[in-house]
């Protein structure tokens, strides 16, 4: 009987171990890019993106596409676009590294854990903001993800003149800036596996996902179980000494 505890106790131990390792495994999928949300435009130029660019009204966030077409695991997504310097056409289909926030990045464009916490907490404010508001909200990651306003030559052809748009996407900026340590998790990145700089490489994304609490609760109960299951097996070893 104490053998067959202490089994159940070494099979659950290795679930709590595969668990809380998955969350910090880089898997590769394929993306498939099924088009936009919206028809709010932001007007921009990037002359070193790939392929450059000036004068483009890019439909700003969030767009849509599917994980895996075409098989079991297919998956619909919200996609958030992190990344102005590559482009996408409906209907492409790509291979990703999904990479777990919090975990290894380093399949990823950037590589900066801080810099995508920002540009998620940013892509969190989304909700119920209007067209203006996400304007400016797109702005901001477009920005980070540039290094910042002036680090390089994307820019977002709005009038200096128009100053309340501008000290909007300032304010965002710092705000992602002070609220990402808040952000660590509960979003995952998509990138092409042939990385930023082959030709053709397409965008890369964030996709929001469960909160962290669902995962840290589905942890603690696999936690538990292997404590009760370890409680019976001191109980039944004591009861046959």
Known sequence: MTN??????????????????????????????????????????DPDGTPGYSGVNAVIDPYTGVLNIGTSTATPLLLWCVDPDHEVDTGNTWNVYTSLAGGDLSHTYLKNASTYNEMAWLITQFQGANATTQQELQAAIWYIAEGGIGASDFTVNVPASNTTFWNAVSTDIANAASSASSLRAGYEILSDTSGPNATGARQEFIVLTPEPSTFLLLGIGLTALLIVFASKATAQATSHI
């Open 4 to 45: 067959r505890i202490v089994n159940r106790c070494g099979l659950i131990l290795c679930l709590v171990i595969l668990f809380f390792s998955a969350a910090s495994v880089t898997k590769a999928d394929t993306l498939t890019f099924t088009g936009t949300t919206g028809n709010t435009v932001l007007n921009v130029s």
